[in-house]
C-alpha cells in the first residue's frame, strides 16, 4: 500500500498567520494518465473529513481562498495564508492514484 | 445528502450490515465508498462501486467485505462478514466523483460500531 507521510503531526498556530502542512507519499502518485491524485480534508471532532483540495490543488467550492495546496511526484504541501479560529482540527492528505486508497495519519492544528 | 444506519453493537464472528441512503443525487458520475477510522488504524478505505455495480475492495476485506448497489431504493450498503474487536471503528460512507478522483465531496454522518461479546 502507498504510505503518505505528514508532517508536523501537531502544530499550533497564530490566528491571522500562514500555516503549512506537508504530506510525503511512498510512491509517486503521477497517474498514467497524468493526473495526480492527492486530496486533502479537515474533520473536526464528530464529524466526517470535509473536502478542501483535490487533484494537487484544485479547491472544493465553498472552500475560502486562503486555503491552496501544491506538490507533485511524492511530496505536497496545504497552505493557509492566513489562519481563522474555525480552521481547528485535524488536516488529512488522501491519495486516489493508486489501489488501494490510503491516507496520512494527519496533523492536528490547534490555535496558539 | 448522505444518510447512514445500520447496527451499531456487534459480537464476534457475526455480520455488519451498513446502508447509505442517496437522497436528492443519481448514481450516474459518481463511485460510491465506505470508509472506517478508528485510534489504531486512523482513516482506512475499505472499498467502492460504481453505477454499473462494478467494485473494489482493499486486500485485506477482500474475502469478507460485500458493497452493492440498490438502484430502486436509492441506496448501497456495506457488509462485512466475520467481524472481530479489531473492526471497532465508526464506518462512513461517501461520494467520489468519477472524474475528479479523490474528490470525496459528500459524507455521511458515520456510524459507530463496536464488537464485543
Known amino acids: 500500500d502507498v504510505v503518505l507521510t505528514q508532517t508536523p503531526l501537531s502544530s499550533p498556530v497564530t490566528l491571522g498567520q500562514p500555516a503549512s502542512f506537508s504530506c510525503r507519499s511512498s510512491?509517486?502518485?503521477?497517474?498514467?494518465?497524468?493526473?495526480?491524485?492527492l486530496s486533502w480534508f479537515l474533520q473536526r471532532p464528530g464529524q466526517p473529513p470535509r473536502l478542501l483540495i483535490y487533484?494537487?490543488?484544485n479547491r472544493f467550492s465553498g472552500v475560502p481562498d486562503r486555503f491552496s495546496g501544491s506538490g507533485a511526484g511524492t511530496d505536497f504541501t496545504l497552505i493557509i495564508s492566513r489562519v481563522e479560529a474555525e480552521d481547528v482540527g485535524i488536516y488529512y492528505c488522501l491519495q486516489a492514484t493508486h489501489f488501494p486508497r490510503t491516507f496520512g495519519p494527519g496533523t492536528k492544528v490547534e490555535i496558539k | 445528502h448522505l444518510q447512514q444506519w445500520g447496527a451499531g453493537l456487534l459480537r464476534p464472528s457475526e455480520t455488519l450490515s451498513l446502508t447509505c441512503a442517496v437522497y436528492g443525487m443519481s448514481f450516474t458520475g459518481y463511485y460510491w465508498h465506505w470508509f472506517r477510522q478508528s485510534p489504531e488504524k486512523g482513516l482506512e478505505w475499505i472499498g467502492e462501486?460504481?453505477?454499473?455495480?462494478?467494485?473494489n475492495y482493499k486486500w485485506s476485506f477482500e474475502s469478507r467485505v460485500t458493497i452493492s448497489l440498490d438502484t430502486s431504493r436509492n441506496q448501497f450498503s456495506l457488509k462485512l462478514k466475520s467481524m472481530t474487536a479489531a473492526d471497532t471503528a465508526v464506518y462512513f460512507c461517501?461520494?467520489?466523483?468519477?472524474?475528479?478522483?479523490?474528490?470525496?465531496?459528500?459524507w455521511g454522518q458515520g456510524t459507530p460500531v463496536t464488537v464485543s461479546s
Open positions: 510512491e509517486s502518485l503521477l497517474h498514467s494518465n497524468g493526473n495526480t491524485y
Open positions: 487533484k494537487v490543488s
Open positions: 461517501a461520494r467520489e466523483d468519477e472524474i475528479h478522483r479523490g474528490s470525496f465531496d459528500l
Open positions: 462501486i460504481n453505477p454499473t455495480g462494478d467494485t
